[in-house]
């Protein structure tokens, strides 16, 4: 099987790529603007997989390198949801332009699968555990909002040019190799300010987090088992973690495990931001696939890989 990752060097995508190498071919389309050669090295070295340095928004390009593609894997986009806050035109490109982009050049090229990073930001801001038909409340963040109209092109593009096409929406995505993230920010901002840890919120905000090695092998598993030509599918554990949680292990894992931990209060940590979120993994279950790792679990493994990462030897306990 020869595949195609847009957005293949990033955190995600580099988990991917290796399990897709072991397919067949891979070419790798990045930018590296978040991204790294570093983290596909094995990949490259070995000859399964190309790296085409290059952007998504353009349209010719996509269409350059899915001609031939047997799988298309579409990773790209905004990786910090704050980050629209700054630049409300980011997601528009990053997100909704790219997935067009992608579409469009499979419909020229007649690339006949579609794999989607989507996420359980399109169900807003819903307390309740959200199945993949709960999309009554629209979402709150222009992230969300770029995900959840990638969705629907996705969804006529399939209808319109027989694309068979997979979604799976995640929970919080960690691990090693992360590149964004409140585990990374919290380390980051210890070595900044080490007697102080400043979070945002009150601390209460809690979601689902997932080990990026459970989200690669979920998009492959949806993929190879989906009945249905548009499949969507919820990719989470069904439980949550805190931030409160998430900034305690932190500074226990950091070099500085006197420092204090400051929450800037109230209930959220930026506008856009969904304080707590639970997602029903049932569907994926019932084709037969369950995640290893718990919420906490999960959170766990990363701080300890992040925290190698960033302090190296200096990493605490």
Request: aromatic share 18%; net charge negative; hydrophobic share 40%.
């Given at each position: 099987m020869r595949s195609l990752v847009v957005g293949g060097a990033g955190f995600i995508g580099s988990h991917l790529v290796e399990l897709l190498a072991q397919r067949g071919p891979v070419t790798v389309l990045d930018d590296l603007s978040v991204g790294r050669r570093d983290f596909i090295r094995g990949p490259l070295e070995s000859g399964q997989a190309e790296l085409v340095v290059g952007t998504a928004l353009d349209l010719?390009?996509?269409a350059r390198l899915t001609a031939g593609a047997d799988l298309v894997v579409h990773l790209a986009a905004n990786p910090e949801a704050r980050w629209g806050l700054e630049d409300t035109r980011r997601d528009l490109d990053q997100g909704t332009i790219?997935?067009?982009n992608v579409l469009e050049a499979m419909r020229r090229t007649k690339a006949p699968a579609l794999v989607f990073s989507s996420s359980g930001t399109v169900y807003g801001e819903n307390p309740e555990p959200c199945g993949e038909l709960d999309l009554g409340l629209l979402p709150i963040s222009l992230y969300g909002a770029s995900k959840l109209a990638s969705e629907a092109m996705?969804?006529?593009f399939s209808e319109c040019f027989g694309l068979r096409a997979t979604i799976c929406r995640f929970g919080n995505v960690v691990g090693p190799r992360g590149t964004h993230g409140a585990a990374l920010d919290f380390f980051r901002k210890l070595e900044k300010t080490p007697a102080e840890l400043e979070v945002l919120g009150d601390g209460s905000q809690a979601k689902p987090y997932l080990h990026v090695t459970d989200c690669a092998a979920g998009l492959l598993?949806?993929?190879?088992?989906?009945?249905?030509k548009l499949g969507i599918y919820n990719l989470a554990p069904p439980d949550t973690t805190s931030v409160r949680s998430i900034a305690e292990r932190c500074v226990a894992a950091s070099p500085y495990p006197n420092a204090k931990i400051r929450y800037t209060g109230g209930d959220r940590g930026w506008p856009g931001d969904v304080p707590r979120s639970r997602m029903k993994p049932d569907k994926l279950a019932a084709l037969g696939f369950r995640v290893r790792h718990t919420s906490d679990d999960a959170v766990d493994l990363a701080i300890r890989a992040l925290a190698r990462e960033v302090f190296g030897d200096r990493a605490g306990g």
């Open positions: 010719d390009l996509v790219t997935t067009y996705i969804s006529a598993f949806a993929f190879d088992n989906q009945k249905e």
